[in-house]
């Protein structure tokens, strides 16, 4: 068997799985970030607002001559905002809230469909795999997956955090769960895309990794079957004789 | 054969006249002018470009109506942001074509829509200032044992990064000699640092106007350092789309002329002003009185000073080497065609206004200290011992005051009665302070004591009924 057929059988299999990941994995990380939002701050989200995604995409693109600025706008654009606003002062005031950028859920269906691939390779390995050797490689390509995955959602957040200025880019998500501290997210702001692509970069080579490793198995098990039925012919054979 | 000739004919005709209604029609049509804008209802020093200009219809007043505005309608949306960040971002998307937003944001804005290829802004007009850049404060729990910035080596400091506070805090901690391994900062919303100071969980929290007066005035926060020592003015100001204002001048020449009236209808009756704001903002009218009364911290004036160039320069210097913001061409970012053009259709001198600077140390030198009785209002005393004397006679009564003003001897600077340092002589009261440190100083130098605003309230009564023991006074 080939890596393309064998990269074909394992994307192939089972399509409403499939389509359960992409749609569920994407799902339970902006879950996973509400969770954390509501533990990092001790307060339940209490508005949702949305928005006209279309309808301001339309409008980004008829004023903004040029393509690649209203493509970068329109990749920031918002469809759900969900969060905390605080009474105390004021009439309110959202102190912090998750938004639903189409642009973001996107990157993360991506992660979603290179995830369940390399789920899918690993299990393959793991169903096939006999020696110790062959279980370091797989760990290779788990632990570029599992890096990838990382990089891909830290990059991905959309958390917004009323301190003036601030606007959801990943960092602030960064921020707002401690996971940095001010200074450095600064630093790392400009690097959203490098992260991005870094991250995937991971997801792609944890992918090809696993691909070598399941592709060999699956040679040498195709191997170990024509031995086997040879074998069998062959004593087949010889009862006859 | 005839009936379908006639019926083809009657066809052919309402078809012409269709076309030709549609066609009329469509060149009588109205043009729908829409105009966006974005405000901060919680950022006190951005209310004549916002909040009073939609409520008094300030706006709608002075859009043009003749030419080619004729047969135009106005669409105005307002949008109440809580920073300046999301109005950048709205702003991108075409969703507003103004932002009223301060000095930290508004370089941003600039910065951000120049990285743009195809997009602009222009900044346009100002709506107040503090010379001394007084508007950014830090504030200590009202219990801390802090009294001074050197004090803050080694403490959590909260502040919303990116804010005009934000600046103010680096280059304080710069000037203080306090490197950064020297104190944590924590980046914290306005609401939960007030929050976090009213509960005592940080050490301090630098904020914007006017969160730390609200701080004080709610009686959680204390001032330790105003912005004001930075030397460095504070100011909020108006961007637009340059497409927008290409494509209607007339437009932002009239928003300019609506931030000056909102200015003036300030300043020709500050109680009203800051009661009405009170209902639109939900911020204490006691608060705002310290921004918009005579000798606040708030200079109404949209003029664009060199000054304010240089200092917004300087904050963009700041923003650079904290990696924080792209390259801001200023030359081409800030224009004062829109201003002139709106000060000349007012008949108002715009080069005399602009050579104005208000520094607070001066002109509130002789400011007398005020009394705002919850039912009578406010009442004024040139002398501080007369000040005194008469919250004691309101106090005695039981009359409800909604607050006390005083002012800074250092910075000239309005305070709150209750969170200023009085210093007291044999003769009573001689001056107020916002600071320990420099009430300490003046204290040694006409040989009296460093007293609190309730501690004051009874000796200054015991040296004006000539007893000697103010826990008399304090008993009776």
């Excluded at chain 1, 369940?116 to 632990?143: D, E, H, Q, Y």
């Excluded at chain 2, 789309?241 to 020709?268: C, H, I, L, N, Q």
Aim: hydrophobic share 45%; charged share 20%.
């Amino acid at each position: 068997m080939t890596r393309k057929q064998l990269l074909l059988q394992e994307i192939t299999r089972d399509p409403s799985n499939t389509l359960l990941a992409i749609v569920g994995i994407p799902i339970a990380y902006y879950v996973i970030l509400m969770i954390s939002l509501v533990l990092t701050f001790e307060n339940m989200p209490n508005y949702i607002t949305f928005y006209d995604w279309i309808g301001n995409s339309a409008e980004i693109l008829k004023s903004t001559p040029a393509l690649s600025d209203a493509a970068k706008i329109i990749s920031e654009e918002w469809l759900v905002e969900i969060g905390f606003m605080n009474y105390d002062y004021g009439f309110g005031i959202s102190e912090w809230s998750l938004n639903i950028m189409p642009f973001k859920v996107l990157l993360v269906m991506i992660l979603s469909v290179l995830l369940l691939i390399n789920f899918r390779l690993f299990r393959f390995c793991k169903r096939n795999a006999t020696c110790g050797a062959k279980k370091t490689s797989l760990k290779a390509g788990i632990a570029a997956t599992g890096i990838g995955s990382v990089l891909v959602g830290a990059a991905s957040m959309t958390m917004f955090w009323v301190v003036c200025c601030a606007s959801p880019t990943w960092v602030v998500g960064l921020a707002m769960l401690g996971l940095v501290s001010v200074s450095a997210a600064l630093a790392l702001d400009p690097l959203e895309t490098y992260v991005l692509l870094l991250g995937y970069s991971f997801l792609i080579a944890g992918g090809f990794r696993l691909l070598d490793i399941a592709q060999r198995l699956a040679s040498q098990n195709e191997k170990m079957e024509m031995e086997r039925s040879r074998g069998a012919i062959e004593m087949g054979g010889t009862a006859y004789a | 054969m005839k009936t379908s000739k006639t019926i083809s004919k009657i066809y052919g005709k309402a078809l012409l006249v269709g076309v030709v209604t549609a066609f009329a029609s469509s060149m009588v049509m109205a043009e729908t002018i829409k105009i966006g804008v974005g405000h901060q209802s919680m950022c006190t020093d951005t209310y004549t470009a916002g909040i009073i200009v939609k409520e008094l219809g300030l706006l709608e007043k002075h859009l043009p109506k003749t030419g080619k505005y004729e047969d135009v309608d106005y669409e105005i949306k307002w949008s109440d942001y809580s920073s300046g960040g999301p109005i950048t971002n709205q702003m991108m998307a075409n969703k507003l074509n103004f932002g009223v937003m301060g000095d930290y944001p508004l370089i941003v804005n600039g910065a951000k829509f120049q990285e743009t290829k195809s997009l602009r802004t222009k900044y346009v007009a100002g709506t107040g200032y503090n010379l001394k850049g007084s508007g950014n404060a830090v504030v200590v729990p009202v219990a801390s044992d802090v009294y001074s910035f050197a004090q803050l080596k080694g403490k959590d400091v909260s502040v919303p990064v990116g804010s005009a506070a934000w600046g103010m805090l680096l280059k304080a901690m710069q000037d203080a000699d306090i490197k950064p391994s020297e104190y944590s900062l924590k980046n914290q919303s306005p609401a939960v640092g007030a929050a976090n100071i009213a509960t005592g969980k940080i050490d301090a929290h630098a904020d914007f106007c006017p969160w730390s007066e609200i701080m004080e005035f709610r009686g959680t926060g204390r001032k330790v350092y105003d912005g004001s020592e930075t030397g460095i003015p504070y100011l909020h100001g108006v961007v637009v789309r340059e497409d927008f204002s290409d494509k209607y001048p007339e437009v932002v020449t009239a928003f300019v002329k609506a931030v000056y009236e909102a200015g003036e209808w300030v300043k020709k009756d500050p109680m009203e002003a800051v009661t009405k704001l009170e209902g639109w903002t939900g911020v204490e009218k006691e608060v705002l009185y310290i921004y918009f009364s005579k000798g606040g911290h708030l200079t109404l004036d949209p003029t664009i000073k060199p000054e304010f160039v240089d200092a917004l320069k300087f904050n963009h210097g700041v923003l650079k080497r904290e990696k924080a913001i792209p390259p801001l061409d200023f030359d081409e970012w800030i224009t004062e065609d829109f201003i002139e053009a709106a000060y000349k259709e007012l008949g108002i001198d715009h080069d005399a206004e602009k050579k104005i600077l208000v520094d607070p140390a001066v002109a509130n030198a002789s400011l007398p200290n005020e009394i705002w009785h919850s039912r009578e209002g406010v009442s004024s005393y040139t002398s501080l011992n007369e000040f005194l004397t008469a919250v004691n006679g309101f106090n005695a009564t039981g009359a409800k005051l909604n607050s006390t003003y005083v002012y800074d001897e250092e910075t000239g600077l309005k305070l709150f009665g209750k969170v200023a340092f009085f210093i007291v002589t044999d003769e009573g009261a001689v001056a107020t302070f916002m600071r320990k440190a420099e009430a300490e100083a003046y204290a040694a130098k006409v040989k009296g004591i460093v007293l609190e605003f309730a501690d004051t309230l009874v000796k200054v009564a015991s040296i004006m009924d000539g007893i000697d023991d103010p826990a008399k006074v304090a008993a009776r």
